[in-house]
């Protein structure tokens, strides 16, 4: 007589992928050099202390090593100084590829907490990679959520093109079920550079450019068709490029939210994209504009009616365009949310008033939520 087996669960001691020592190293590393803005010397010094504390290398593999390794694998490169002074490091540099990386880590970061979530649905009558589906198939294509991948469609091809004894499944074979294209979203994030991100004993530019690091890597890769543009705020405003995220520093600056406003309606004016958004990520209080004449007008004390009403009326003008604004109050102050609050009234958008953790989540949460829809 046959016993049947007895079915269960076997517990193991749980042991942590193998990493080689340069990928264990390189991990912290882009880590610090995110913390330092781009700083190699100052980054490197971190890595060292570590490394004392806690004993990341070996004599067979020194900081040393690590740092050439770096440099064969394209992750930094020398360049020669002309003698200037002006005391930017050992003439280290980091190369395109590791601005890259520094994203790509920044978004594995951020979506590794992140529930798996639609795509939007604002049609079109175009076909892409949208939600309604035609029922017909096409080739996979670069960009093509995986999702989108008709599994039986695609092992029929493999079969057909290998042969069933010699099975394999390549790249070539997959196919995915057309649908009608998503309309394009146009974006600006504004990001505080005040003073005030770096007061109190607490680092609030690191999260700030991590989540636009991570969210300038997930529209280039997931939806290339989006626009996103970054820009900085503090006295004044100006656009920032992708590459230069990872170097982003706090200045002595009071915070000019009418001039981030102004800059970001200039910049969604250009899209001919119907869906347009600004992001804004602020941790204090507007205060300061600068007048028709070119002075600045500042008070760091309270809420100063006249630099809020000028919020405010850019808040409205924006709402006239059909460009919703989403603030990302990190202060706790219940007078600033009682700003916050008025500000999104105004524009008919939306404000969350949270701290630094959960920032990323919530910000591409609402970046995904937006897709679903018209923003009109």
Same mark, same amino acid.
């Given at each position: 007589m046959e016993t049947?087996?007895?079915?269960?669960?076997?517990?193991?001691?749980?042991?942590?992928?193998?990493?080689?020592?340069?990928?264990?190293?390189?991990?912290?590393?882009t880590e610090l050099i995110t913390h330092t803005s781009g700083d190699f010397d100052e980054a490197i010094d971190w890595l060292r202390q570590l490394d004392k504390e806690y004993e990341l290398t070996t004599p067979q593999y020194t900081i040393d090593d690590f740092i050439e390794d770096l440099k064969k694998k394209g992750y930094i490169r020398e360049e020669i100084r002309n003698g200037d002074g002006d005391g930017e490091g050992n003439g280290i540099r980091l190369s395109s590829k590791m601005e890259q990386n520094?994203? &790509? &880590?920044?978004?594995?970061?951020?979506?590794?907490?992140?529930?798996?979530?639609?795509?939007?649905?604002?049609?079109?009558?175009?076909?892409?990679?949208?939600?309604?589906?035609?029922?017909?198939?096409?080739e996979f294509r670069f960009g093509d959520a995986l999702e989108k991948i008709s599994l039986t469609e695609s092992l029929k091809n493999a079969q057909v093109n290998h042969g069933v004894n010699a099975f394999n499944l390549t790249e070539d074979d997959l196919v995915v079920e057309d649908s009608h294209f998503?309309? &394009? %979203?146009?974006?600006?994030?504004?990001?505080?550079?005040?003073?005030? %991100?770096?007061?109190?004993?607490?680092d609030r530019i690191t999260p700030a450019k991590k989540v636009a690091m991570a969210l300038a890597?997930?529209?280039?890769?997931?939806?290339?068709?989006?626009?996103?543009?970054?820009?900085?705020?503090?006295?004044?405003?100006?656009? $920032?490029? =992708?590459?230069?995220l990872p170097y982003l520093q706090v200045g002595p600056y009071h915070t000019n939210t009418v001039a981030g406003l102004q800059l970001a309606m200039d910049l969604l004016r250009r899209k001919r994209?119907?869906?347009?958004? $600004?992001?804004?990520?602020?941790?204090?209080?507007?205060?300061?504009i600068r007048e028709s004449d070119g002075s600045y007008y500042m008070n760091s004390y309270g809420l100063d009616d006249y630099i809020t009403e000028k919020c405010y009326?850019?808040?409205? &003008?924006?709402?006239?365009?059909? =460009?919703?604004?989403?603030?990302?109050? =990190?202060a706790q102050d219940s007078y600033l949310q009682r700003f916050v609050r008025e500000f999104t009234q105004a524009n008919q958008g939306k404000a969350f008033y949270t701290g630094l953790k959960g920032l990323g989540e919530m910000i591409f949460e609402d970046y995904e939520a937006n897709r679903k829809k018209r923003v009109k």
């Amino acid at each position: 007589m046959e016993t049947s087996r007895r079915k269960g669960f076997i517990f193991t001691k749980y042991e942590a992928p193998h990493q080689s020592p340069f990928d264990k190293l390189f991990e912290i590393f882009t880590e610090l050099i995110t913390h330092t803005s781009g700083d190699f010397d100052e980054a490197i010094d971190w890595l060292r202390q570590l490394d004392k504390e806690y004993e990341l290398t070996t004599p067979q593999y020194t900081i040393d090593d690590f740092i050439e390794d770096l440099k064969k694998k394209g992750y930094i490169r020398e360049e020669i100084r002309n003698g200037d002074g002006d005391g930017e490091g050992n003439g280290i540099r980091l190369s395109s590829k590791m601005e890259q990386n520094i994203r &790509q &880590q920044a978004l594995k970061q951020i979506f590794s907490n992140l529930k798996k979530s639609g795509s939007g649905n604002h049609s079109t009558k175009h076909s892409g990679a949208g939600e309604e589906h035609t029922g017909e198939f096409r080739e996979f294509r670069f960009g093509d959520a995986l999702e989108k991948i008709s599994l039986t469609e695609s092992l029929k091809n493999a079969q057909v093109n290998h042969g069933v004894n010699a099975f394999n499944l390549t790249e070539d074979d997959l196919v995915v079920e057309d649908s009608h294209f998503k309309a &394009q %979203m146009s974006t600006v994030l504004m990001i505080d550079i005040s003073h005030s %991100m770096i007061l109190y004993g607490e680092d609030r530019i690191t999260p700030a450019k991590k989540v636009a690091m991570a969210l300038a890597e997930l529209i280039t890769t997931r939806y290339p068709k989006d626009t996103l543009d970054i820009l900085v705020f503090g006295n004044d405003a100006w656009p $920032i490029a =992708i590459k230069d995220l990872p170097y982003l520093q706090v200045g002595p600056y009071h915070t000019n939210t009418v001039a981030g406003l102004q800059l970001a309606m200039d910049l969604l004016r250009r899209k001919r994209n119907t869906n347009k958004q $600004i992001f804004m990520i602020t941790d204090g209080k507007p205060s300061c504009i600068r007048e028709s004449d070119g002075s600045y007008y500042m008070n760091s004390y309270g809420l100063d009616d006249y630099i809020t009403e000028k919020c405010y009326n850019m808040a409205a &003008q924006a709402r006239k365009l059909h =460009i919703p604004i989403t603030t990302f109050m =990190i202060a706790q102050d219940s007078y600033l949310q009682r700003f916050v609050r008025e500000f999104t009234q105004a524009n008919q958008g939306k404000a969350f008033y949270t701290g630094l953790k959960g920032l990323g989540e919530m910000i591409f949460e609402d970046y995904e939520a937006n897709r679903k829809k018209r923003v009109k």
